[in-house]
């Protein structure tokens, strides 16, 4: 995950603060590719949003028990 947002966000400065939607973006963008049910790769806001939401979610949670 961390090669694909240093090379997904090259700006020197972006990669010492990385935001945390873009991490979710990343993660939610790895799901649709790396799935191998998806016959058909389609990147759309309605495919997209739901799995932003449920992975900031889930980002929030694992920085708060840290």
């Not at 990669?15 to 389609?42: A, D, R, S, W």
């Not at 979610?57 to 920085?63: D, E, G, N, R, Y």
């Amino acid at each position: 995950m961390t090669n694909i947002l240093n090379k997904t966000f090259k700006d020197k400065k972006e990669k010492k603060n990385i935001t945390k939607i873009k991490i979710v973006y990343t993660m939610g963008t790895c799901e649709i590719f790396l799935n191998p049910n998806n016959q058909h790769i389609q990147i759309s806001e309605k495919i997209m949003k739901p799995r932003i939401v449920k992975n900031l979610v889930k980002f929030q949670t694992i920085i708060l028990n840290i």
